[in-house]
T-cell receptor
Framework: NAGVTQTPKFRVLKTGQSMTLLCAQD?????MYWYRQDPGMGLRLIHY???????AKGEVPDGYNVSRLKKQNFLLGLESAAPSQTSVYFC????????????FGDGTRLSIL | DQQVKQNSPSLSVQEGRISILNCDYT??????FLWYKKYPAEGPTFLIS?????DKNEDGRFTVFLNKSAKHLSLHIVPSQPGDSAVYFC????????????FGKGTRLHILP
C-alpha cells in the first residue's frame, strides 16, 4: 500500500525553468494539499483541492499553479522557477478537511540555482 | 501573523523521562488540534489529536492536554524513548469553517541516552 507518492524526490533547476511535481494517492481521498517546508518556517500551505477538478489557494500560492484532473493525482507547477522557491515540498491527502489527519508523502527536495 | 506557535525550537530530554512539548494558538475559532511527528527525509506522520470538547486525550505513551482558556496545548511523552527523537508539529483547524490545517514551526526533540 503506497499511500502518498511524490515524484521526483530531488530536482535541481536553473532560474526561469519550469517543472511539475506529481503527487499520487491510492487511498481514494477527496482532499489533497501541497505544502512547502523551509528552515524555521514549519509547513506552509501552497494550494489545496477538496475534490477532483477543484483547487484553492493556501497561504503562499504565488509563483505556483496546481491541477487536479484526476481524483488520485494533484500536480504542482512552477512556471518560472526562482531561487526563493528552493524548498522541500510535501503533498498530503485526507478524507475531508479540518479534523481528518492528513497523510503525507516523503517530500520533493527542490533546489533553484 | 502566526496563529499556531511553538516557541521552543528544540528540546532535549533524558531517555525514560517525560517530554513535554508546548503549543499556543491565537485563533479562537480553532476547535481541533493535531500533533504530527517528522523524521529526517520523511513526511510528517499523524500522532494524536484532540477536539475542543475535551481537555485530554491519551494514546499509549502520548497524551495531549488542551487548555482552551489559555489557548494552550501540550504533548506529553512518557517514558521518552530514543525513537521519539524527531521534529514535532502542532496543528490546528476550525472544523466546519475551513478545510485547512495551520501548522506551527515545529519543535525538535532530542532524546539523550
Amino acid at each position: 500500500n503506497a499511500g502518498v507518492t511524490q515524484t521526483p524526490k530531488f530536482r535541481v533547476l536553473k532560474t526561469g525553468q519550469s517543472m511539475t511535481l506529481l503527487c499520487a494517492q491510492d487511498m481514494n481521498h477527496e482532499y489533497m494539499y501541497w505544502y512547502r517546508q523551509d528552515p524555521g518556517m514549519g509547513l506552509r500551505l501552497i494550494h489545496y483541492s477538496v475534490g477532483e477538478g477543484t483547487t484553492a489557494k493556501g497561504e503562499v500560492p504565488d509563483g505556483y499553479n496546481v491541477s487536479r484532473l484526476k481524483k488520485q493525482n494533484f500536480l504542482l507547477g512552477l512556471e518560472s522557477a526562482a531561487p526563493s522557491q528552493t524548498s522541500v515540498y510535501f503533498c498530503a491527502s485526507s478524507w475531508t478537511g479540518g479534523t481528518q489527519p492528513q497523510h503525507f508523502g516523503d517530500g520533493t527536495r527542490l533546489s533553484i540555482l | 501573523d502566526q496563529q499556531v506557535k511553538q516557541n521552543s525550537p528544540s528540546l532535549s530530554v533524558q531517555e525514560g523521562r517525560i517530554s513535554i512539548l508546548n503549543c499556543d494558538y491565537t485563533n479562537s475559532m480553532f476547535d481541533y488540534f493535531l500533533w504530527y511527528k517528522k523524521y529526517p527525509a520523511e513526511g510528517p506522520t499523524f500522532l494524536i489529536s484532540i477536539s475542543s470538547i475535551k481537555d485530554k486525550n491519551e494514546d499509549g505513551r502520548f497524551t495531549v492536554f488542551l487548555n482552551k482558556s489559555a489557548k494552550h496545548l501540550s504533548l506529553h511523552i512518557v517514558p521518552s524513548q530514543p525513537g521519539d527523537s524527531a521534529v514535532y508539529f502542532c496543528a490546528a483547524s476550525a472544523s466546519g469553517r475551513d478545510d485547512k490545517i495551520i501548522f506551527g514551526k515545529g519543535t525538535r526533540l532530542h532524546i539523550l541516552p
